[in-house]
């Protein structure tokens, strides 16, 4: 049974740091990446990584976001510099095993779902 649990969202103020940690992927999940959503929004994609490295960002975070996995210690990291207030969401990290050719930012290809962290970034 995978569990992925999120932690180190907060409230920072405009071009503060973050860095989220997601905990419990495991090794045959080989597609993972970070989402967000934002009140009266829907879900977006805001970075993905699979096995081999290769990371996806969308356009909206990148050069400030970078995802990342320490997989001595089965943690997935999104570290977040440059905040700003558009970056208020509800973060949720997810993962799946469907490989490269599906891991990408719609999140429809990914079944486990952490629980979310709230960042809030005030101007």
């Known amino acids: 049974q995978v569990q992925l649990v999120e932690s180190g969202g907060g409230s920072v103020q405009a071009g503060g740091s973050l860095r989220l940690s997601c905990r419990g992927y495991?090794?045959?999940?080989?597609?993972m990446g970070w989402f967000r959503q934002a009140p009266g929004k829907e879900r977006e994609g805001v970075a993905t990584l699979v096995s081999l490295g290769t990371t996806t960002y969308a356009d909206s975070v990148k050069g400030r976001f970078t995802i990342s996995k320490d997989n001595a210690e089965n943690t997935l990291y999104l570290q977040m510099n440059s905040l700003k207030p558009e970056d208020t969401a509800m973060y949720y990290c997810?993962?799946?095993?469907?490989?490269?050719?599906?891991?990408?930012?719609?999140?429809?290809?990914?079944?486990?779902w952490g629980q979310g962290t709230q960042v809030t970034v005030s101007s």
């Open positions: 495991t090794y045959s999940l080989n597609c």
């Open positions: 997810a993962a799946s095993n469907v490989g490269s050719d599906y891991c990408d930012l719609s999140g429809f290809w990914h079944n486990h």
